[in-house]
């Protein structure tokens, strides 16, 4: 296991990721998508994963769904379902698996989704290719399914082209499709993008109504650290590709041992913090071909000295139990009530 991977109890959880490494090979150079990533996840429960863009985080959910089989990437590590090994198992196999034992919401459903067929035609094929069951009962599932995550007039809107839909509704259908075989893991890539807030919070208790329907385990992939706090037991922090914090989601956000994810938190509007400028995170992620020496986050990190520019912090356990973070400064996060007062601005430090 990598050295950056969080510890595991050895017992295993429902689903389990071993060190895995997802890595592309271009004209430039290898891009490190995925670099040593572990964790555990229990049936029932819900991982929250956060990070800005290029962190990993979707290419982590396609391993996971074993959709990077058949391309030029290059997989290693382990993904442990229900105590089936993902990565050295076939493509047939893997393909078997999803629908029925994991699933995937993606975060565009009007793309997810085949404008050439109705709604109700592709909930009823993703049912069948695991039921042997005549078009007629998959139907009948289908639109249950429909009323189930909240669709109005399932036995007309079964017929309706994804078009037809509003977003919300849309995602909804996205969300029928996904559980109708009662999978084991939901993975979802951003479930809510481009939502109103109304809808955004409706389609969330949607989601975990359905989940604790069907006792399913959630991976949630968001950048709105808000959705994780109100959804998520545990989260994961990850930055250029590698985990830089996990644990329990209230003492990560209340006491984060992390500088990524600090700045996170600082960066984000509050009730708190209103009249007031944003804390942002200065500098931009680094490419995932050309990473520096030592901790990545150290060119943007305000802590950063000699120390991190030459090497790389290990994931070890904080102050807390089941809390790890990559940072050889953890103990300065501890010892302040606000980590966020490192990304202070220009004009904060001089009032």
Same mark, same amino acid.
């Given at each position: 296991?990598? $050295?950056?991977?969080?510890?595991?109890?050895? &017992?295993?959880?429902?689903? $389990?990721?071993?060190?895995?490494?997802?890595?592309?090979?271009?004209?430039?150079? @290898?891009?490190?998508?995925?670099?040593?990533?572990?964790?555990? @996840?229990?049936?029932?429960?819900?991982?929250?994963?956060?990070?800005?863009?290029?962190?990993? /985080?979707?290419?982590?959910?396609?391993?996971?769904?074993?959709?990077?089989?058949?391309?030029?990437?290059?997989?290693?590590?382990?993904?442990?379902?229900?105590?089936?090994?993902?990565?050295? *198992?076939?493509?047939?196999?893997?393909?078997?698996?999803?629908?029925?034992?994991?699933?995937?919401?993606?975060?565009?459903?009007?793309?997810?989704?085949?404008?050439?067929?109705?709604?109700?035609? &592709?909930?009823?094929?993703?049912?069948?290719?695991?039921?042997?069951?005549?078009?007629?009962?998959?139907?009948?599932?289908?639109?249950?399914?429909?009323?189930?995550?909240?669709?109005?007039?399932?036995?007309?809107?079964?017929?309706?082209?994804?078009?037809?839909?509003?977003?919300?509704?849309? &995602?909804?259908?996205?969300?029928?499709?996904?559980?109708?075989?009662?999978?084991?893991?939901?993975?979802?890539?951003?479930?809510?993008?481009?939502?109103?807030?109304?809808? &955004?919070?409706?389609?969330?208790?949607?989601?975990?109504?359905? /989940?604790?329907?069907?006792?399913?385990?959630?991976?949630?992939?968001?950048?709105?650290?808000?959705?994780?706090?109100?959804?998520?037991?545990?989260?994961?922090?990850?930055? *250029?590709?590698?985990?830089?914090?996990?644990?329990?989601?209230?003492?990560?956000?209340?006491?984060?041992?992390?500088?990524?994810?600090?700045?996170?938190?600082?960066?984000?509007?509050?009730?708190?913090?209103?009249?007031?400028?944003?804390?942002?995170? /200065?500098?931009?992620?680094?490419?995932?071909?050309?990473?520096?020496?030592? +901790?990545?986050?150290?060119?943007? +990190?305000?802590?950063?000295?000699? /120390? +991190?520019?030459?090497?790389?912090? $290990?994931?070890?356990?904080?102050?807390?139990?089941?809390?790890?973070?990559? +940072?050889?400064?953890?103990?300065?996060?501890?010892?302040?009530?606000?980590?966020?007062?490192?990304?202070?601005?220009?004009?904060?430090?001089?009032?």
């Amino acid at each position: 296991m990598s $050295e950056r991977s969080e510890p595991t109890s050895g &017992q295993g959880g429902f689903l $389990e990721l071993k060190d895995l490494r997802i890595h592309f090979p271009t004209d430039d150079g @290898l891009v490190r998508s995925v670099d040593g990533l572990s964790f555990t @996840l229990e049936r029932g429960r819900t991982l929250g994963i956060v990070g800005e863009s290029g962190s990993g /985080k979707s290419v982590t959910s396609l391993g996971i769904l074993g959709l990077h089989k058949g391309t030029r990437a290059k997989i290693s590590g382990e993904i442990w379902l229900d105590g089936e090994e993902l990565v050295s *198992a076939t493509p047939e196999h893997v393909r078997t698996l999803r629908g029925k034992k994991m699933a995937m919401i993606f975060q565009d459903p009007l793309s997810a989704m085949h404008p050439y067929y109705t709604v109700g035609a &592709q909930i009823i094929e993703a049912y069948r290719i695991h039921h042997r069951v005549s078009k007629a009962v998959a139907r009948k599932h289908a639109i249950d399914m429909l009323g189930r995550v909240g669709i109005p007039q399932p036995e007309r809107r079964v017929d309706s082209y994804p078009h037809e839909f509003s977003g919300g509704m849309r &995602q909804r259908a996205m969300i029928a499709m996904a559980v109708i075989n009662n999978p084991d893991i939901i993975i979802a890539d951003e479930p809510t993008t481009a939502l109103d807030v109304t809808v &955004q919070a409706q389609i969330l208790e949607k989601l975990l109504e359905v /989940k604790d329907a069907v006792n399913a385990a959630i991976v949630l992939i968001t950048h709105d650290l808000g959705v994780i706090a109100g959804m998520a037991h545990r989260v994961l922090v990850m930055y *250029a590709g590698r985990p830089v914090e996990i644990g329990d989601t209230d003492p990560v956000f209340e006491e984060p041992r992390m500088p990524y994810t600090a700045g996170l938190l600082g960066s984000i509007p509050s009730l708190e913090n209103s009249g007031t400028r944003l804390r942002p995170i /200065k500098g931009t992620p680094p490419s995932l071909i050309n990473l520096p020496t030592g +901790c990545p986050f150290s060119p943007r +990190c305000p802590l950063a000295d000699d /120390k +991190c520019r030459t090497a790389e912090p $290990e994931l070890t356990e904080t102050d807390s139990g089941g809390h790890f973070a990559a +940072c050889h400064h953890w103990d300065r996060l501890a010892a302040v009530e606000d980590p966020t007062v490192f990304f202070r601005t220009e004009s904060e430090t001089m009032a």
